[in-house]
Protein backbone atom coordinates (compact mmCIF):
# COMPACT_ATOMS: atom_id res chain seq x y z
CA UNK A 1 0.00 0.00 0.00
CA UNK A 2 0.97 3.43 -0.59
CA UNK A 3 1.87 5.97 2.51
CA UNK A 4 0.37 8.76 3.31
CA UNK A 5 -2.71 8.40 0.92
CA UNK A 6 -4.93 8.01 3.79
CA UNK A 7 -6.06 10.97 5.53
CA UNK A 8 -5.42 11.70 9.33
CA UNK A 9 -9.16 11.30 9.96
CA UNK A 10 -8.67 7.45 8.86
CA UNK A 11 -10.20 5.21 11.95
CA UNK A 12 -12.20 2.61 12.84
CA UNK A 13 -16.28 3.66 13.08
CA UNK A 14 -19.00 1.77 13.57
CA UNK A 15 -21.96 1.70 10.92
CA UNK A 16 -25.65 0.57 12.00
CA UNK A 17 -28.43 0.20 9.47
CA UNK A 18 -31.34 1.91 10.62
CA UNK A 19 -33.88 -0.15 8.65
CA UNK A 20 -32.57 -3.76 10.08
CA UNK A 21 -30.38 -2.74 13.24
CA UNK A 22 -27.37 -4.66 11.66
CA UNK A 23 -24.45 -2.87 12.61
CA UNK A 24 -20.80 -3.74 11.51
CA UNK A 25 -17.11 -2.41 12.41
CA UNK A 26 -14.89 -1.15 8.96
CA UNK A 27 -12.60 2.04 8.71
CA UNK A 28 -14.07 5.06 7.54
CA UNK A 29 -13.24 9.12 7.46
CA UNK A 30 -17.35 9.69 8.04
CA UNK A 31 -17.84 11.97 10.70
CA UNK A 32 -20.07 11.38 13.90
CA UNK A 33 -20.98 12.92 16.89
CA UNK A 34 -22.57 9.71 18.39
CA UNK A 35 -20.05 6.99 19.91
CA UNK A 36 -21.19 3.44 21.02
CA UNK A 37 -19.57 0.76 22.43
CA UNK A 38 -18.35 -2.42 20.21
CA UNK A 39 -18.18 -5.80 21.24
CA UNK A 40 -14.53 -5.77 21.85
CA UNK A 41 -15.70 -3.03 24.80
CA UNK A 42 -13.91 -0.54 22.88
CA UNK A 43 -15.59 2.90 22.03
CA UNK A 44 -15.90 3.80 18.63
CA UNK A 45 -17.81 6.90 16.52
CA UNK A 46 -21.37 5.51 15.01
CA UNK A 47 -22.54 6.20 11.71
CA UNK A 48 -26.55 5.47 10.91
CA UNK A 49 -27.04 4.42 7.56
CA UNK A 50 -30.40 4.30 6.27
CA UNK A 51 -29.72 1.15 4.12
CA UNK A 52 -27.07 -0.80 3.36
CA UNK A 53 -26.78 -5.02 2.39
CA UNK A 54 -28.53 -6.12 5.52
CA UNK A 55 -31.92 -4.45 4.29
CA UNK A 56 -31.62 -3.42 0.13
CA UNK A 57 -34.05 -5.42 -1.64
CA UNK A 58 -31.27 -6.42 -4.12
CA UNK A 59 -29.32 -8.08 -1.26
CA UNK A 60 -32.39 -9.93 0.78
CA UNK A 61 -33.89 -11.34 -2.29
CA UNK A 62 -37.03 -9.04 -1.71
CA UNK A 63 -36.42 -7.19 -5.15
CA UNK A 64 -39.60 -6.22 -6.55
CA UNK A 65 -39.80 -6.69 -10.69
CA UNK A 66 -41.25 -4.27 -12.77
CA UNK A 67 -44.00 -5.79 -14.41
CA UNK A 68 -42.53 -4.36 -18.20
CA UNK A 69 -45.10 -6.24 -20.30
CA UNK A 70 -47.57 -3.45 -18.59
CA UNK A 71 -45.54 -0.75 -19.24
CA UNK A 72 -45.06 -2.00 -23.23
CA UNK A 73 -48.82 -2.00 -23.63
CA UNK A 74 -49.64 1.48 -21.85
CA UNK A 75 -46.69 3.00 -23.97
CA UNK A 76 -48.09 1.59 -27.71
CA UNK A 77 -51.87 2.82 -25.99
CA UNK A 78 -50.64 5.90 -25.81
CA UNK A 79 -48.97 6.21 -29.36
CA UNK A 80 -52.38 4.81 -31.07
CA UNK A 81 -53.74 7.58 -29.44
CA UNK A 82 -51.30 10.29 -30.37
CA UNK A 83 -51.36 8.71 -34.02
CA UNK A 84 -54.93 9.14 -34.05
CA UNK A 85 -54.82 12.83 -32.50
CA UNK A 86 -52.49 13.27 -35.50
CA UNK A 87 -54.66 11.88 -38.74
CA UNK A 88 -57.21 13.77 -37.02
CA UNK A 89 -55.56 17.01 -37.14
CA UNK A 90 -54.67 16.59 -40.57
CA UNK A 91 -57.36 15.57 -41.69
CA UNK A 92 -59.03 18.72 -40.52
CA UNK A 93 -55.90 20.79 -42.33
CA UNK A 94 -57.04 18.91 -45.58
CA UNK A 95 -60.74 19.77 -45.16
CA UNK A 96 -59.72 23.73 -44.62
CA UNK A 97 -58.30 24.39 -47.43
Not at 2 to 18: A, G, N, Q, T, W
Not at 28 to 51: F, H, M
Not at 63 to 86: I, P
Request: contains cysteine; positive net charge.
Amino acid sequence: MKKDIHPESYRPVVFKDSASGFTFLSKSCARSKQTVTWEDGNEYPLVVLGISSASHPFYTGQQVFVDTAGRVDKFQQRMAKTKAAQEKAASFKKKRR
